[in-house]
């Protein structure tokens, strides 16, 4: 049940299903607001108003009317205060002044740059005379046009009855004067002398009240009085309105808040589901949509607002409640496609490189880097020279911190530089082992890391040489040794034959001369082999080689030391069989002499193990042995020439057995080692395999 419902959560069938709800839900929430907000007139607020003198609309009516005649009595007074200029403050007309004046002095060949400023002013008096007069008589006409304006729409609040005076000018709709006389009706507001009646009482503690008691401070005190109350009539029919565009506000509410949470849930799922096959998926599957960069995507998303815009702009409000379904739709459906996008870009922690700005700045960024790294010091140069000028001006407004940036950079480049100069001081007075630590990658970085190479290329050639100073001396000794012994014993016999009359004697000693001579035969070859193996000097014929039977084969020529040392040979192979790339004599060499190794040092009676395994990049031949002697010696050291597995040299090696099949193994392309690990003596052969090895 659990899989199943895993499927179906990321299904396509049903990704489509919640999208089309989605944009069912967006489209109801734009058909509510244009019902109650365009086409009733209503206000969402007003379904939480408890009544109508609390309500904003109460507010509103009242605000436009009181305003209107503040400002009447207060600003413009009469037609006879405004044809007489009263309205117009010295600011501007001053303002007017100089708008002529500039033209005056840009335009008027009246004008002389060397008079005084006075002197000038004189004479545009003079000259623009009728047009300064023209913008005082505009100046009264708009004043004349906004006070018939305010007029006009306290006149239209029919059922408001008002008296407002500024001792002189009255402006009413009512014969009434005194206050009592307002005071009569059902609602009233009485602004005079700094204080205010209001009635209902509770009207002050409507929330936007302040909008209205803002005007008092505008009177004057002394002169000014306004009155309004509002017939029984009029309030009915408002109430009325009123309770009418609460019962649409308070369904629009409801209507509104269950398509808000259907389509806030729907959206909530489709953003977690767009893009994976399930929860545990994160890889994310773009389609062609995502290609889109992400800047064009918000652009097309802010034009699909303007369109929906401009088209519901274009028809009549009657229009709007037919049209609203048929264009929200694919509207809708084609924004929130895209809205999904920038969802999955989120998700895939691409929205900011897949946008187009990012794009084209990252490509010059990548071209002037592959410039500047491809490029000598003198490019680098030129281009720092051209780009930091140009930077500056791209960022004049934040010169400061362009120049900050400019001198860390320089700063660091001096520092890093300062360390290479010590560096290499301290390298060139024998310090190898100093390093210069620098942490950027550019030119002097990569200055520094040669140093460093160099400083570390020394050291091994130092190290190399010291070893080398030690091999050739231990070689000296050694040779020197394991020659001498065999030579002295010759030397010795060869004079005792001179004074020998005894035939059984001289047998005796002529027996151990050829063997003396013998062994001196084999370490000369040994050294010779050894030498020609080391420099490489050896042609090589490289072949297709079954390794299983040239191991076999090699048995029956040295069946005879396996049996005299009485070894048990286990050689474990794969069923198939098995291929290298070798020189067949070099090879054989090079195994023989791992067997003449466990010949002379292999404990009596015990077992030889040889392993043949097939790896994936080539055949891995392994030798195992216990050693008669105590392995009290290092792999490395019994690498060395004339090194052998007993010290005290008593054995009949040269020491050169496994210094020479290295050397041939290597010349083939394999490599070679050993391990010791306690008695336990491990030799590894590693070649290339042959590429038919299935044959």
């Given at each position: 049940m659990?899989?199943?419902?895993?499927?179906?959560?990321?299904?396509?069938?049903?990704?489509?299903?919640?999208?089309?709800?989605m944009?069912?839900?967006?489209?109801?929430?734009?058909?509510?607001?244009?019902?109650?907000?365009?086409?009733?007139?209503?206000?969402?607020s007003?379904?939480?108003?408890?009544?109508y003198?609390l309500?904003?609309?109460?507010?509103?009516?009242?605000?436009?009317v009181?305003?209107?005649?503040?400002?009447?009595?207060?600003?413009?007074?009469?037609?006879?205060?405004?044809?007489?200029?009263?309205?117009?403050?010295?600011?501007?007309?001053?303002?007017?002044?100089?708008?002529?004046?500039?033209?005056?002095?840009?335009?008027?060949r009246?004008?002389?740059?060397?008079?005084?400023?006075?002197?000038?002013?004189?004479?545009?008096?003079?000259?623009y005379?009728?047009?300064?007069?023209?913008?005082?008589?505009?100046?009264?006409?708009?004043?004349?046009?906004?006070?018939?304006?305010?007029?006009?729409?306290?006149?239209?609040?029919?059922?408001?009855?008002?008296?407002?005076?500024?001792?002189?000018?009255?402006?009413?709709?009512?014969?009434?004067?005194?206050?009592?006389?307002?005071?009569?009706?059902?609602?009233?507001?009485?602004?005079?002398?700094?204080?205010?009646?209001?009635?209902?009482?509770?009207?002050?503690?409507?929330?936007?009240?302040?909008r209205?008691?803002?005007?008092?401070?505008?009177?004057?005190?002394?002169?000014?009085?306004?009155y309004?109350?509002f017939?029984?009539?009029?309030?009915?029919?408002?109430?009325?309105?009123?309770?009418?565009?609460?019962?649409?506000a308070?369904?629009?509410?409801?209507?509104?808040?269950?398509?808000?949470?259907?389509?806030t849930?729907?959206f909530?799922?489709?953003?977690?589901?767009?893009?994976?096959?399930?929860?545990?998926?994160?890889?994310?599957?773009?389609n062609?949509v995502?290609?889109l960069?992400?800047?064009?995507?918000?652009?097309?998303?802010?034009?699909?607002?303007?369109?929906?815009?401009?088209?519901?702009?274009?028809?009549?409000?009657?229009?709007?409640?037919?049209?609203?379904?048929?264009?929200?739709?694919?509207?809708?459906?084609?924004?929130?496609?895209?809205?999904?996008?920038?969802?999955?870009?989120?998700?895939?922690?691409?929205?900011?490189k897949h946008?187009?700005?990012?794009t084209?700045?990252?490509?010059?960024?990548?071209?002037?880097?592959?410039v500047?790294?491809?490029?000598?010091?003198?490019?680098?140069?030129?281009?720092?020279?051209?780009?930091?000028?140009?930077?500056?001006?791209?960022?004049?407004?934040?010169?400061?911190?362009?120049?900050?940036?400019?001198?860390?950079?320089?700063?660091?480049?001096?520092?890093?530089?300062?360390?290479?100069?010590?560096?290499?001081?301290?390298?060139?007075?024998?310090?190898?082992h100093?390093?210069?630590?620098?942490s950027?990658?550019?030119?002097?970085?990569?200055?520094?890391?040669?140093?460093?190479s160099?400083?570390?290329?020394?050291?091994?050639?130092?190290?190399?040489?010291?070893?080398?100073?030690?091999?050739?001396?231990?070689?000296?000794?050694?040779?020197?040794?394991?020659?001498?012994?065999?030579?002295?014993?010759?030397?010795?016999?060869?004079?005792?034959?001179?004074?020998?009359?005894?035939?059984?004697?001289?047998?005796?000693?002529?027996?151990?001369l050829?063997?003396?001579?013998?062994?001196?035969?084999?370490?000369?070859?040994?050294?010779?082999?050894a030498?020609?193996?080391?420099?490489?000097?050896?042609?090589?014929?490289?072949?297709?080689?079954?390794?299983?039977?040239?191991?076999?084969?090699?048995?029956?020529?040295?069946?005879?030391?396996i049996?005299?040392?009485?070894?048990?040979?286990?050689?474990?192979?794969?069923?198939?069989k098995?291929?290298?790339?070798?020189?067949?004599?070099?090879?054989?060499?090079?195994?023989?002499?791992?067997?003449s190794?466990?010949?002379?040092?292999?404990?009596?009676?015990?077992?030889?193990?040889?392993?043949?395994e097939?790896?994936?990049?080539?055949?891995?031949?392994?030798?195992?042995?216990?050693?008669?002697?105590?392995?009290?010696?290092?792999?490395?050291?019994?690498?060395?020439?004339?090194?052998?597995?007993?010290?005290?040299?008593?054995?009949?090696?040269?020491?050169?057995?496994?210094?020479?099949?290295?050397?041939?193994?290597?010349?083939?392309?394999?490599?070679?080692?050993?391990?010791?690990?306690?008695?336990?003596?491990?030799?590894?052969?590693?070649?290339?395999?042959?590429?038919?090895?299935?044959?």
């Open positions: 659990g899989i199943k419902l895993k499927k179906f959560s990321h299904a396509v069938l049903t990704k489509i299903i919640v999208f089309i709800i944009i069912s839900c967006f489209t109801g929430i734009m058909k509510n607001i244009i019902d109650v907000e365009i086409i009733n007139e209503a206000n969402y007003s379904a939480f108003e408890a009544d003198f309500s904003k609309e109460f507010i509103i009516e009242n605000e436009a009181i305003s209107g005649l503040t400002r009447l009595i207060s600003e413009y007074k009469s037609e006879e205060y405004i044809l007489n200029g009263g309205t117009i403050s010295e600011d501007e007309i001053r303002m007017e002044e100089d708008n002529l004046y500039d033209s005056f002095r840009w335009n008027s009246s004008y002389n740059p060397n008079l005084s400023e006075a002197q000038n002013y004189e004479i545009f008096k003079k000259e005379a009728d047009k300064l007069a023209k913008a005082r008589e505009q100046l009264i006409k708009n004043d004349l046009r906004e006070l018939h304006f305010i007029m006009q729409n306290i006149a239209e609040h029919e059922g408001m009855i008002y008296y407002a005076t500024d001792g002189k000018t009255v402006y009413s709709n009512t014969s009434m004067k005194e206050k009592q006389q307002f005071k009569k009706y059902p609602a009233y507001m009485v602004f005079e002398k700094y204080k205010q009646e209001i009635y209902p009482e509770n009207v002050t503690e409507n929330e936007y009240f302040h209205i008691e803002g005007y008092k401070n505008e009177l004057n005190p002394e002169t000014d009085i306004v309004v109350a017939s029984e009539d009029y309030l009915n029919l408002k109430q009325k309105e009123w309770k009418e565009d609460k019962e649409v308070t369904k629009g509410l409801i209507l509104l808040l269950a398509f808000t949470i259907g389509f849930l729907s909530v799922y489709l953003a977690l589901v767009v893009g994976r096959r399930s929860f545990q998926e994160r890889e994310l599957h773009l062609f995502d290609k960069y992400i800047d064009i995507n918000i652009l097309l998303c802010i034009g699909l607002i303007g369109l929906w815009g401009a088209i519901m702009d274009s028809v009549n409000i009657q229009s709007m409640d037919v049209i609203v379904f048929p264009v929200t739709i694919p509207i809708a459906a084609i924004g929130f496609a895209f809205i999904l996008s920038l969802v999955k870009h989120i998700k895939n922690r691409t929205f900011i946008s187009l700005i990012f084209v700045i990252y490509l010059i960024y990548k071209f002037i880097k592959n500047y790294d491809s490029g000598g010091t003198a490019v680098k140069t030129v281009l720092i020279v051209i780009g930091y000028p140009i930077l500056v001006a791209a960022t004049f407004f934040i010169f400061p911190i362009t120049l900050g940036v400019a001198a860390w950079f320089a700063y660091k480049k001096v520092k890093t530089f300062n360390a290479i100069k010590e560096g290499v001081e301290q390298i060139k007075g024998g310090n190898l100093h390093t210069i630590e620098v950027e990658k550019g030119e002097l970085g990569n200055l520094a890391s040669n140093i460093n160099i400083a570390d290329g020394l050291k091994k050639a130092v190290a190399s040489e010291l070893k080398s100073e030690r091999l050739k001396t231990e070689l000296i000794t050694n040779v020197s040794h394991d020659i001498r012994t065999p030579l002295t014993s010759i030397i010795t016999y060869v004079d005792l034959l001179k004074t020998e009359k005894d035939p059984s004697r001289v047998e005796e000693y002529i027996e151990v050829d063997q003396k001579s013998k062994r001196l035969k084999v370490l000369t070859d040994d050294l010779f082999e030498a020609k193996a080391s420099s490489g000097n050896i042609p090589v014929s490289l072949e297709k080689i079954n390794i299983v039977s040239l191991i076999t084969q090699g048995f029956g020529e040295v069946n005879d030391k049996e005299e040392m009485n070894l048990e040979f286990k050689l474990n192979h794969p069923v198939e098995v291929y290298v790339t070798a020189d067949g004599k070099l090879l054989w060499r090079s195994i023989e002499n791992l067997l190794n466990i010949f002379k040092y292999a404990l009596k009676g015990s077992r030889v193990y040889i392993d043949i097939d790896e994936s990049d080539g055949i891995r031949l392994t030798f195992k042995n216990i050693s008669a002697h105590e392995l009290n010696i290092s792999a490395d050291e019994l690498m060395e020439r004339f090194k052998r597995g007993d010290e005290a040299r008593t054995s009949q090696g040269s020491g050169l057995g496994l210094s020479i099949a290295k050397n041939l193994i290597e010349i083939q392309k394999g490599k070679f080692n050993i391990h010791v690990d306690g008695d336990l003596f491990k030799a590894m052969i590693y070649l290339p395999k042959h590429k038919s090895n299935n044959e």
